[in-house]
């Protein structure tokens, strides 16, 4: 049986972040790699494809940095 895989929505997923990056609060996975147990993700802004960075794809997972999806900035704040 296969193993099963870790985070396996994430490519194309959206996320509100809690502060803003480089200018930016909504971002987007493009990309995904697995390296020994951990997985990571490449995040792009929504509004500016050179603003892009790679993140511990655990670190989603925390509510007080990320929101799943593409929150209004009121809700954040």
């Known amino acids: 049986m ?3 895989q ?15 990056i480089d200018g ?3 971002f ?3 990309n995904r790699k697995n390296q020994g147990k951990w ?4 995040m792009v802004a929504a509004c500016d494809p050179k603003v892009r960075f790679w993140i511990n ?3 989603l997972n925390d509510n007080s940095q990320w929101k799943s ?7 954040i704040e």
Do not use: C, D
């Open 2 to 4: 296969p193993k099963k």
């Open 6 to 20: 870790k985070f396996p929505y994430l490519l194309g997923s959206q996320w509100t972040a809690r502060q803003k």
């Open 24 to 26: 930016w609060i909504h």
């Open 28 to 30: 987007r996975v493009i």
């Open 39 to 42: 997985v990571y993700a490449e």
């Open 57 to 59: 794809a655990k670190l």
């Open 69 to 75: 999806g593409w929150q209004p900035i009121q809700i």
